[in-house]
């Protein structure tokens, strides 16, 4: 497999074409962690792949938490004392504090402006804000718009109602590969209308999925996961651990893919030797950043990588949330977010993808003294002098092949990575490749399946 598969025209216009139709059809839907939106958005993605939806019930005791009940969203809106209408989801979901209780009432500014929300030193922009575990209720709109608000009586609308027989759900599905060792893929869905920290991730997801069931072959299984952050990885957890403790190889949180810096950001797992880890110490030094695990910011990885889970998770991100502007507000959207860069995301992680199709544990299958390379033509059939500067008959190239075969067949017992072996001889993973490829052919080595 090359670097990243490369597609024909025609593809890649198609794929331009699915995500920002999908995008398109997403960015106005009013999402939170529970809810119609959700629900409808996780739909729409089961569509688009092979997704399984579960829920985790309301009032369900997950680890320290306790699964909330279902906002079942409709409208909110604000009118001034001319009746002038400042705010409402039908034009701006961001408007209402997400999972604002039920509000009908004539309240004095005095009182409404402690639920109001606006960002002075961004005065264009409106707010995202969210309450989801402490019942209140508010408004968010751009502070140009707060500094006109006179005294007076105001009347708030906001239509909502919380139901205890809901819960969270999540969406999963898997492409199986020639192990039941997996490489987990994951991004949140559960903001509204926000490109960049919202979309750019399910739009990378929905991406890899197409590109990887068209892989020629799998070695990994993937699976896709699709869940409101936090709540919702700790669900998946609450329902899947004990499988993800046998079965994961490695996995990458997906998020903010979509802004325009150039190069792409990787945050390691806590273990800090992952097959990713390894990767990408090794081979992206120029397109990538690596920096270490911490919990004090970030995504699902704070949960996969809590103590009692510490499974072998990174995160990817591309222009990253708290690092433009535009974070966790109205200034996120599709001309900040370019769908062009969301395809170049995909193409960085197709192709650490497809090198950690090949960093897996090894084995020699023919371990009981060096194998006949000769017979295989891996060997200098003649030998001579020259033999030191000839890895075969046709091939005049210093013995670099021939030393890389002999090194990988005398290190490959099964429980050694192969980014490891690649790392002790100093070479990158993408270069032995095609030596991997000829001695799998020849049935020498194969990658272990459990």
Same mark, same amino acid.
């Not at 170049?344 to 497809?354: F, H, K, N």
């Given at each position: ?6 597609? *024909?025209?025609? /593809? ?25 939106? &959700? ?8 569509? &688009? ?17 306790? =699964? ?14 001319? $009746? ?12 209402? =504090? ?11 500014? #005095? ?37 006109? &608000? ?22 999963? $599905? ?18 509204? *209308? ?6 750019? $991730?399910?739009? =990378? ?23 409101? #952050? ?24 997906? @998020? ?39 919990? &004090?910011?970030?995504?699902? #990885? ?16 591309? @222009?990253?949330? $708290? ?17 062009? /860069? ?72 099964? @429980? ?35």
């Amino acid at each position: 497999m090359a670097s990243h598969l490369p597609q *024909s025209k025609q /593809a890649k216009s198609a794929e331009y074409d699915l995500l920002n139709r999908t995008f398109d059809d997403l960015f106005p839907i009013c999402r939170s962690i529970t809810g119609v939106g &959700l629900e409808r958005s996780l739909r729409y993605f089961q569509t &688009l792949m092979p997704l399984k939806i579960e829920t985790i019930p309301s009032g369900t005791q997950v680890f320290d938490w306790t =699964v909330p009940p279902s906002w079942l969203f409709k409208r909110a809106r604000l009118w001034g004392p001319d $009746g002038t209408l400042i705010c409402d989801t039908e034009i701006q979901n961001l408007h209402v =504090v997400n999972y604002s209780e039920p509000v009908d009432m004539d309240i004095e500014f #005095e009182q409404l402006i402690e639920h109001l929300h606006t960002i002075a030193e961004l005065p264009t922009a409106i707010p995202y804000v969210t309450s989801y575990y402490n019942k209140t209720w508010g408004f968010c709109l751009a502070y140009d718009e707060f500094k006109k &608000l006179k005294a007076g009586t105001y009347k708030v609308l906001i239509e909502s109602t919380f139901d205890n027989n809901g819960g969270v759900p999540f969406a999963h $599905g898997v492409l199986s590969g020639g192990s039941d060792k997996e490489i987990l893929l994951t991004s949140y869905l559960c903001h509204p *209308s926000m490109a960049n920290n919202e979309l750019s $991730g399910p739009l =990378v997801l929905l991406g890899l999925f197409n590109r990887i069931k068209n892989w020629p072959k799998r070695r990994f299984s993937y699976r896709f996961v699709l869940n409101p #952050e936090t709540i919702g990885s700790l669900c998946f957890l609450y329902k899947y651990y004990e499988h993800l403790k046998v079965n994961l190889e490695a996995g990458l949180i997906l @998020t903010c893919l979509g802004g325009p810096n150039e190069k792409m950001r990787y945050k390691a797992s806590k273990r800090k030797n992952t097959l990713f880890d390894k990767l990408l110490d090794m081979e992206c030094p120029n397109k990538w950043v690596t920096i270490p695990f911490s919990p &004090l910011n970030g995504s699902d #990885e704070r949960q996969y990588c809590a103590p009692g889970f510490n499974l072998p998770m990174g995160q990817v991100s591309r @222009t990253s949330y $708290g690092n433009y502007s535009g974070y966790h507000n109205s200034l996120d959207d599709k001309e900040f977010m370019d769908i062009n /860069a969301v395809i170049a995301s995909i193409d960085e992680i197709e192709s650490l993808l497809i090198k950690a199709e090949y960093g897996g544990k090894v084995t020699n299958l023919c371990p009981f003294g060096e194998p006949q390379l000769g017979k295989r033509g891996l060997y200098p059939n003649l030998n001579s002098h020259l033999s030191n500067q000839k890895s075969s008959d046709s091939m005049l190239d210093g013995r670099e092949e021939l030393n890389a075969i002999l090194t990988i067949l005398s290190e490959a017992d099964g @429980t050694k990575d192969m980014a490891d072996i690649a790392l002790a001889m100093d070479m990158s993973l993408f270069e032995l490749i095609s030596v991997i490829n000829k001695l799998e052919s020849h049935g020498l080595i194969e990658f272990n399946k459990e």
